[in-house]
């Protein structure tokens, strides 16, 4: 049996009748919202657990977020392990060929010369994703926002 998030994830969705699409699509106001909500939900368990532990919640309600994110995806046609590997080679260009790495006093990685910004646009576009006109639009990818 597969253990990846998306197998998971989909063979839920097919058992209980939810919404499965294969093509990145937006999806009606109301399926949207309560997306929105469960993820919300589930992040919301997350925070309770996150300091004061105990370490199993936290492993299931993290687990949860990432179910329900993976759901969130699927409905939205979105094969989202393309765009995870997508955000993994932008954080990975945060590291110059020379090995160094610039770091903030929080200990969070800084974006380097060579870094190169996620074109999460481009991955949905390869999975068949036809972005509606937009008024006033820019060049696709344009106005993509750095991890
Ligand atoms: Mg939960």
């Known amino acids: ?10 063979e839920f969705h097919r058992a ?4 499965v699409r294969s093509t990145p699509a937006e999806v009606s106001p109301e399926l949207a919202a309560h997306r929105r909500d469960m993820l919300a939900e589930e992040a919301a368990e997350v925070e309770e ?6 370490l199993d919640k936290l492993a299931h309600e993290l687990a949860d977020v990432v179910y329900v994110a993976y759901g ?3 409905v939205h046609g979105i094969d989202l392990d393309e765009v995870i590997a997508e955000i993994h080679r932008a954080n990975m260009s945060k590291l110059g060929p020379d090995g160094q790495v610039a770091r903030r006093a929080d200990g ?3 974006k380097g010369e060579f870094y190169r910004a996620p074109d999460v646009s481009s991955v949905l576009r390869r999975q068949g994703w036809t972005p509606a006109a937009q ?13």
């Open 1 to 10: 049996m597969s253990t990846s998030p998306a197998d998971l994830v989909r």
């Open 16 to 19: 209980f009748g939810l919404d």
């Open 49 to 54: 657990v996150s300091v004061e532990g105990p």
């Open 72 to 74: 969130t995806a699927l």
């Open 108 to 110: 969070k990685v800084l």
């Open 135 to 147: 008024e006033g639009a820019t060049e696709v990818g344009a106005t993509e926002v750095g991890a």
